[in-house]
């Protein structure tokens, strides 16, 4: 029943932008910590950003200054723009929220950085 959609993802050239979004169904995104990580083929799955129930926000050192993560809670949605984009950022961003009956992540969305 519970369901996290990401979408938004694509292909972008070296300095674009793009605006992620991640649709919950089944839960509320508002009480919980929720974040987005990455993947790049053959690497670890990273955290970039988080956001609090209470608005506060954290950022991994190679997104600061580039991507922001908010939320709308209305929409039950949270989103992170992604600004300035490196060829490096290329990886399938996924969403996650831990809630009182377990840890959901969405199916993620492809994000290449390329000429």
């Known amino acids: 029943q519970v369901q996290l959609v990401e979408s938004g993802g694509g292909l972008v050239q070296p300095g674009g932008s793009l605006r992620l979004s991640c649709a919950a169904s089944g839960i509320f995104f508002s009480p919980y910590t929720t974040g987005w990580y990455r993947q790049a083929p053959g690497k670890q799955r990273d955290l970039v950003a988080t956001i609090t129930s209470a608005g506060s926000t954290y950022y991994a050192d190679p997104v600061k200054g580039r991507f922001t993560i908010s939320r709308d809670n209305a929409k039950n949605t949270v989103y992170l723009q992604m600004n300035s984009l490196k060829p490096e950022d290329t990886a399938v961003y996924y969403c996650?929220?831990?809630?009182?009956?377990?840890?959901?992540w969405g199916q993620g969305t492809q994000v290449t950085v390329s000429s």
């Open positions: 996650k929220t831990n809630t009182a009956t377990g840890v959901y």
